[in-house]
């Protein structure tokens, strides 16, 4: 079987800084998490909702996993970075499964060692990434030729990859549903749009290119299609539904830094844009640090803070004068907080800000009665004026000071 080659050039100067579709992919799988024996666990499109790593069966290092890849995805950190952490998190959990039978640091016969597996796990999750938030933009712009290009960027090329270079296909032609890269572990070949016939022959392309008479086939010792790996034969992001939807209920579930990342973007993107025109149910706006939402009496698995539809509709008649996209500073308030008090169930989160105008901002969480939930019930700029008319908030910033 093929195998990722140790001498391949680094996978981030291939696929360079990462980009919202790629993030955004990648973050809607974080709320699946599944724990499994084997890579095969979950099959083809099934990856395009799930997060694993084979032999990860616990729920907590299959956690700190995927905060690990986020990490490495969101913020391009290079392979060294991902093993750092990587060996961090398989001592914190003392999990020995990450390499079957063998735990040697160098690549032992069959390919089972620590560099080769975390190299496998890196590349697999940023390559598909890439290469689902390539597919959604793509579709955004609404190109009507793509083109397969085969990647200068390895060592050791596949043939068959080889001879689908330049091969041009209009975006809705089924050939895509297979064939659309990656098609193999350690697969460096992307799909690039075109409008036109000079767009096509400047990006490499070539209309008149047949394609292989294999394609099609099926490889009889793998049953996968001929020139993909087991497993490969599908569209990454494909099948991707709605995200909020899909996550809403397990953000608790995730490492603090993924959840936070998952909220803001929902807040910063239409998705929130668009519940706050017309609020129906909840919608999370931050995640508090744990020892805030025990001293609140929270549940264990309960740490993100829900706004209401009523509360949405009270803050838009009390305070018409924050935007929608204001609200995406409530985490900054919660995480740098000048000064805070507890009230009976209730937070008071305040951020100053010694400016003119707008000097910060107000956040108030509670715990429901049962623990089950934390809501945002009230969030408000904050003056000056506004600060010495409250007393609470008035006696906290004095003693800030």
Known sequence: MWTVADDDPPIESVFRQPFAQQVAFFRQKLGNLVPTRRWDDIWQEAHDSAFMVAGAAKADLLADLAGSVDQAISQGQTLDGFRKSFRGIIEKHGWVGFTG????????????????????????????????????????AG?????????????????????LDGITKAADDPFWRTYYPPNGWGCRCRVVGARGQASIERLGGDQDKPLPDWVGQTNPKTGAPVGIDRGFAYQP????????????????????????AIIQDWLHSQAFARWWQNPSGDFPLARLPDHDAMALGAQPDVRVANMSAETARKQKNNHPEITAEEYAKAQDVISNATAKARDKASMIYIKEVKEEGVGGHVLVVKATATGQDLLATSFRRLSRK??????EISRLLRKEE
């Open 101 to 140: 039978d063998d735990r040697t640091a160098q690549r032992p016969k069959g390919g089972k060692g620590l560099a080769w597996r975390t190299r496998v796990i890196y590349e697999t999750n940023l390559i598909t990434s890439y290469s689902a938030g390539r597919l959604a933009q793509l579709r955004e």
């Open 143 to 163: 190109y009507t030729w793509w083109i397969y290009r085969h990647s200068d960027f390895v060592s050791r090329p596949r043939p068959a990859h080889v001879a």
């Open 237 to 260: 992001g494909a099948k991707v539904a709605d995200t909020v939807r899909a996550l809403a209920g397990k953000l608790n579930k995730l490492p603090p830094g993924p959840s936070i």
């Open 386 to 391: 506004e600060a010495k008319r409250d007393a």
